[in-house]
């Protein structure tokens, strides 16, 4: 099992920037995949960015490409999600998850946080 508290979300402006963090505790979380998802109201969860076990690695929708950063540090057992030029499309429920392999399907991760708000005001 991986235990996983999502934190950083709150509300910002649009243009503004937000760092949200993903503590994981239990198993060891370098282990496996760590992603990002979001559901917005009255929209199905999308994905928006993981990284591979390691760090070396990052895949981004595109929607967020060039405006979010994914980072892990396996030695504190977190993950990050630094979010730039925040636009209130962007506004959701993001949640933070954990895989045993490669995926940009909600389906295949294991491991769910419990989600952190993210409001991005025109």
């Known amino acids: 099992q991986v235990q996983l508290v999502e934190s950083g979300g709150g509300s910002v402006q649009a243009g503004g920037s937000l760092r949200l963090s993903c503590a994981a505790s239990?198993?060891?979380?370098?282990?496996?995949?760590a992603g990002w998802f979001r559901q917005a109201p009255g929209k199905e969860r999308e994905f928006v960015s993981f990284?591979?076990?390691?760090?070396?690695?990052?895949y981004y929708a595109d929607s967020v490409k060039g405006r979010f950063t994914i980072s892990r540090d396996n030695d504190l057992n977190t993950a990050y999600l630094q979010m730039n030029s925040l636009k209130p499309e962007d506004t959701a429920v993001y949640y933070c998850?954990?895989?045993?392999?490669?995926?940009?399907?909600?389906?295949?991760?294991?491991?769910w946080g419990q989600g952190t708000q993210v409001t991005v005001d025109p």
């Open positions: 998850a954990a895989a045993r392999g490669n995926s940009f399907k909600a389906t295949s991760y294991d491991f």
């Open positions: 239990g198993r060891t979380f370098s282990s496996y995949v």
């Open positions: 990284t591979t076990r390691s760090g070396d690695r990052t």
